[in-house]
């Protein structure tokens, strides 16, 4: 089993900028891949961005690709996603999720774990 507890979100203007944390525990971190999605009311879990294991590769989906950065901290157990420029439409409850595999997966039905996510809200 592996515990993922989200932190960061907030309330931002457009254009400003938010870090939000995934602190792991439980299983060793370092053997997954870790995921970000977010969900919006009424609509699907989306994909955010994916690191494998080493944080050698990373992986974005286009709306954010330039503006968010994800990263991880093995010795901490941690992933980060640094969120700049946001906008409006990236409203949303963020979401962490830890996968077995090699990773960069963006089908949110391949993770093996989740986080109970934390909402964020950019007001234009």
Not at 27 to 54: C, D, H, L, N
Not at 60 to 82: E, H, M, P, W
Request: with cysteine; glycine share 12%; proline share 2%.
């Amino acid at each position: 089993q592996v515990q993922l507890v989200e932190s960061g979100g907030g309330l931002v203007q457009a254009g400003g900028s938010l870090r939000l944390s995934c602190a792991a525990s439980g299983r060793t971190f370092s053997r997954y891949a870790m995921g970000w999605f977010r969900q919006a009311p009424g609509k699907e879990r989306e994909f955010v961005a994916a690191i494998t294991w080493s944080g050698g590769s990373t992986s974005y989906a286009d709306s954010v690709k330039g503006r968010f950065t994800i990263s991880r901290d093995n010795a901490k157990n941690t992933v980060y996603l640094q969120m700049n420029a946001l906008k409006p439409e990236d409203t949303a409850v963020y979401l962490c999720a830890a996968d077995d595999a090699y990773g960069l997966d963006v089908d949110p039905g391949k993770y093996d774990y989740w986080g109970q996510g934390t909402q964020v809200t950019v007001s234009s």
